[in-house]
Nanobody
Framework: EVQLVESGGGLVQPGGSLRLSCLTSGFIFNWYAMAWVRQAPGKGLEWIATINTGSRSTYYADVVEGRFTISRDDANNTLYLQLNSLETEDTAIYYC????????????????RGQGTQVTVSS
């Protein structure tokens, strides 16, 4: 069974930082591109970032480019998202997601998604 378990969310002030983790199991982690998506209150899912297998390339939504960094630890089957310079608009539930292939999908299609971790940015 594929499992994606996010952690690391919390309450942070504007300008602060967080590091999210996604521990995975039930599939061969280093075969798949991985991604982060988020859902703000009252809004739909928004793609944030994708990383290819072997960390060959990373891709970011314009809204987080230069502030967030996606990375992966294939030895420990874990995906990360470093969030810096957080803004109130970043408040959302953050989900990690598994791609269908090893590469970036411009249509942002995912086979599995975790339960999410809440990030709240507020003063």
């Amino acid at each position: 069974e594929v499992q994606l378990v996010e952690s690391g969310g919390g309450l942070v002030q504007p300008g602060g930082s967080l590091r999210l983790s996604c521990l995975t199991s039930g599939f061969i982690f280093n075969w798949y591109a991985m991604a982060w998506v988020r859902q703000a209150p009252g809004k739909g899912l928004e793609w944030i970032a994708t990383i290819n297998t072997g960390s060959r390339s990373t891709y970011y939504a314009d809204v987080v480019e230069g502030r967030f960094t996606i990375s992966r630890d294939d030895a420990n089957n874990t995906l990360y998202l470093q969030l810096n310079s957080l803004e109130t608009e970043d408040t959302a539930i953050y989900y990690c997601a598994r791609g269908y292939t090893s590469d970036y999908d411009a249509l942002h299609r995912f086979s599995h998604r975790g339960q999410g971790t809440q990030v709240t940015v507020s003063s």
